[in-house]
């Protein structure tokens, strides 16, 4: 099957001006031209909400689709810690072209160059933006905009509003939005999920929806359709995603031809509260930016059972500072857990699991007071203090690495098209901008970068070259078969009528993907997947129960529909980690490291994206995107 | 430690509902109360019986997904906090806990504890933003915001949108939520050209919603988990004078 050519249409030359250059080519429509089309938005957190509403300011008509009953509630508003932008404003050497070599170095070497250039550039004119639309980020005693540093930089570009800077710039891109629902250029339908994109002569002009408060199957049509839905880390059960967080509007392109880009590519965040019990539902992340102050430590003696405060300094290991003496603390996050995950593997994780290390305040509190670290993190330590029952300015915090992110997803180009025209993958939702392992404060800049300055031209100029469409979605052939697809679907899982629980079935999902494509994988775990996850997916189709009925506000079936995809997803990471005989960024393989147990990366061989396509009846089939390093060199990444 | 729940049960906007009781056993104070809630459901379901709807997301107390009356209180007893963020060890053994939707006019229950917002949306789109398109912001530094006005604008757009200000108010007002969005934008300069539009029509629509009036008792910023000051509010009142001079 090579009748794919993954065009990556990035732009030559000059990596200064290349987007400015790509953009003076891209068609424009006029305001009334633009009002002929009509764009689906599958997602209104950040990515989501920056686009539908810029893209109404532009004149076209937008439907927005959410599972959440308004776009405010989206995982986006979880972001603690902050956004990064190359303002300089601290005068530290910053500039475009470091925090564009700190992203492709922070991703190992496996991102596009021309992408992430595109994104330090763009990254300026989303402060500017936010901050023209109210956004309260933190400011200095001068009235000026305040930074603060971030794991795997040593500049201060993150700008922040205490710990809640996902809410504030997320309230920032739904106000926006708001503002076009005045107009009703963009209508906004809460409580849907997508079940199914609709290709019209291989072009996405559509998809199906199920209205979660009835269980109404519905077609929508449109001109082109924007995938804005976020990570899949909830494949693992535990993570640090909000529980709806789902992969099915990928998956669902996916299965329709949509290629999926380094899918074992997750980030495990290493400022996690750890699990306590087998009844946790989720975690809980502590921002990263913690790490600007606290300093992390195990006790040198194994199997230490002392209170952390009668470990003297000399008994205690400081091992991040140890190891990686120019970065200390603030390494970026792979490195930081799996560090974290070796030493409780030796046996000096601390707490009753012994799956935990120290996060300790003590010397800053002592230096600069605790009104300094409250005026910093004041949330996060409430928030820690309300979890764990424990008062972290007295006591070191208890921290172990969980799921938090998904550098991988949908295939896209330059212009963040799928491998579907007309289909559009932004935010988390595509692969794009990280690599291999994505820094801190990056994920805010990805998702408003697509949102507000990428997608809104790249998109006119695909519908520039389309006739603005009017399908009869009620009687047209295609549309109607696949709203009957769906309703049959659904039809499958209510009828299984077995004996166990969703979350009995995830549960067990979640501990294998954890297990064996987790934080360090190896040859035979991998394959030890493949082989369980298939026998966990029989299991659902044999076994699952949904109780009530479809035609009413169901949970548990929105949790099935949510889990069929995460198995076969989860087949697919392992297939893709276990291609990858190399360790680079998130992905480590235990089978590749270096004699200081540092990812042993192999650019002859792996230097590509790899772009896997769905195959009903077998394996998936790899298709590969060289990846050219052109203006940085490439190295092997030292923190030292 | 064992627990006496009693769940607001209702099918959907058109059932009248009812309270069920469910006994659960054995209870680890550690977990979160919505993890009760979990294993509740799970126990239902493999009964085959229909499990609790709530809604809940984050569970972080970020979100605003959350959110019921726990005996009386919106997000129960623990000051400052939302459901997701309480834990069982805040109540006693034998304890008997009642819960029920958040209880308004503009807030119809979808089914059982679960209730429509979206009124708060309505709110927002009718004036709680800048008119500000992307790409016409001018560079960010040039405007000079006092850090005191900044930090306490900050304050007010920490507002959640939970609705527990709605349900605990004998009114049924929406003002602490609409006067948290208005406070924002009056405290910085950003704000200023729309001002006048934006506090009359936030106003305006929250009453068009059906919310009620406010009487200033506080108990919206006494119940609110993110302890949204009352100040707003007095800041609303004071913008919506002006407004109309």
């Excluded at chain 2, 009386?72 to 069982?88: D, F, I, S, Y």
């Excluded at chain 2, 979206?118 to 850090?147: C, L, M, P, Q």
């Excluded at chain 2, 920490?158 to 969005?181: D, E, P, Q, R």
């Amino acid at each position: 099957m090579n009748d794919l050519n993954l065009n990556s249409k990035t732009p030559t030359g000059d990596l200064h001006t290349a987007w400015t250059r790509h953009k003076d080519f891209l068609e424009k429509l006029s305001k009334e031209e633009a009002n002929k089309y009509k764009i689906i938005i599958i997602g209104t957190g950040l990515a989501g909400a920056s686009a539908a509403a810029t893209l109404a300011e532009k004149g076209f008509n937008v439907d927005a689709f959410s599972y959440h009953e308004s776009p405010r509630r989206a995982h986006s508003i979880a972001a603690q810690g902050g956004i990064n932008a190359a303002k300089n404003y601290k005068h530290d050497g910053d500039s475009t072209m470091r925090l564009f070599y700190d992203t492709i170095k922070g991703g190992d070497f496996r991102s596009r160059e021309e992408n992430v250039y595109r994104l330090a550039e763009t990254s300026v004119n989303i402060i500017d933006q936010c901050v023209a639309q109210g956004v309260p980020f933190a400011r200095e005693y001068g009235g000026l905009l305040d930074n603060r540093s971030f794991g795997g930089v040593q500049v201060s570009r993150t700008f922040y509003a205490r710990g809640q800077t996902g809410q504030q710039l997320l309230l920032g891109a739904y106000s926006a939005l708001s503002r076009q629902l005045k107009t009703e250029k963009v209508r906004f339908f809460p409580r849907h999920d997508m079940l199914d994109v609709v290709l019209v002569d291989g072009k996405a002009k559509g998809v199906v929806t199920r209205n979660l408060l009835n269980g109404e199957i519905k077609a929508h049509q449109a001109d082109a359709v924007i995938l804005a839905t976020g990570g899949y880390g909830n494949v693992y059960y535990l993570s640090t995603n909000a529980m709806a967080s789902n992969v099915t509007a990928n998956w669902r392109a996916h299965r329709k031809g949509a290629l999926f880009a380094n899918p074992s590519f997750t980030q495990i965040h290493p400022t996690c509260i750890p699990v306590k019990n087998n009844f946790q539902s989720k975690l809980t992340l502590m921002s990263e930016s913690l790490r600007n102050d606290g300093r992390v430590w195990v006790p040198k003696q194994k199997n230490d059972k002392r209170k952390p405060n009668e470990i003297p300094e000399q008994e205690r290991d400081y091992y991040l500072e140890r190891i990686y003496p120019a970065f200390g603390n603030l390494v970026p996050r792979d490195v930081a857990s799996r560090r974290a995950k070796e030493v409780c593997d030796n046996g000096q994780g601390v707490g009753p699991t012994g799956f935990a290390v120290y996060l300790d305040f003590k010397h800053v509190i002592q230096n600069k007071g605790e009104g300094y670290v409250r005026e910093k993190y004041g949330n996060l330590f409430d928030m820690y203090q309300n979890i764990a029952d424990e008062n972290p300015y007295k006591t070191p915090m208890k921290i172990y690495p969980a799921v938090h992110y998904t550098m991988g997803g949908l295939w896209v180009d330059y212009n963040l098209m799928t491998t579907i025209p007309g289909l559009f993958s932004i935010g988390e939702s595509n692969f794009s901008d990280h690599g291999a392992n994505r820094l801190g404060a990056s994920a805010l800049m990805q998702g408003l970068a697509d949102g507000y300055f990428i997608v809104p031209h790249t998109i006119t100029d695909y519908l520039s070259k389309e006739k603005p469409g009017n399908q009869d979605t009620a009687n047209s052939e295609v549309f109607k078969n696949a709203v009957n697809k769906t309703e049959k679907d659904i039809n499958k899982i209510m009828n299984i009528k077995g004996d166990m629980v969703v979350d009995e079935i995830h549960r067990e999902l979640g501990k294998v993907v954890w297990d064996k494509v987790g934080m360090s994988r190896n040859s035979r775990g991998l394959k030890e997947a493949l082989d369980i996850i298939p026998k966990i997916k029989e299991k659902f189709w044999n076994n699952v129960f949904i109780p009530g009925s479809k035609n009413d506000y169901n949970q548990e079936l929105e949790k099935a529909l949510r889990l069929k995809d995460f198995i076969e997803l989860a087949e697919l990471m392992a297939f893709d980690a276990l291609d990858r005989n190399e360790s680079c960024g998130a992905h480590f393989r235990e089978e590749f490291q270096t004699k200081e147990n540092e990812a042993k990366r192999n650019d002859i061989e792996f230097m590509y994206v790899a772009a896997w396509k769905y195959n009903a009846d077998g394996k998936p089939n790899l298709f590969k995107e060289d990846l050219k390093y052109k203006h940085v060199k490439l190295k092997t990444r030292s923190y030292k | 430690m064992n627990i006496n729940l009693k769940i607001w049960r209702q099918k959907d906007k058109k059932d009248k509902g009812r309270f069920k009781a469910y006994k659960l056993q054995n209870i680890d104070p550690n977990i979160s109360f919505l993890e009760m809630l979990d294993i509740l459901n799970n126990r239902l379901i493999k009964e085959k019986l229909e499990p609790v709807a709530f809604d809940h997301d984050c569970r972080e107390g970020i979100c605003g997904s959350c959110g019921f009356m726990i005996n009386g209180q919106p997000h129960g007893p623990q000051k400052a906090t939302t459901v997701c963020q309480l834990h069982m060890r805040s109540f006693n053994d034998e304890d008997e806990i009642l819960l029920e939707p958040f209880r308004a006019n503009s807030f119809k229950v979808v089914k059982d504890l679960s209730v429509d917002r979206t009124a708060f949306d309505r709110i927002i789109s009718s004036g709680g933003f800048v008119s500000v398109d992307t790409g016409k912001a001018e560079e960010a530094n040039s405007t000079v915001i006092e850090k005191s006005n900044a930090d306490e604008a900050f304050l007010s757009a920490a507002c959640i949108g939970c609705g527990a200000c709605v349900a605990a108010c004998k009114n049924s007002s929406a003002m602490l939520f609409t006067a948290a969005k208005v406070s924002q934008f009056t405290l910085l300069p950003q704000g200023e050209p729309e001002q006048k539009e934006r506090v009359q029509s936030m106003v305006a629509t929250m009453d068009e919603e059906g919310f009620g009036a406010c009487t200033n008792t506080g108990a919206c910023s006494a119940e609110c988990p993110k302890e949204i000051s009352q100040e707003n509010i007095a800041r609303l009142n004071r913008e919506f004078i002006k407004s109309q001079l």
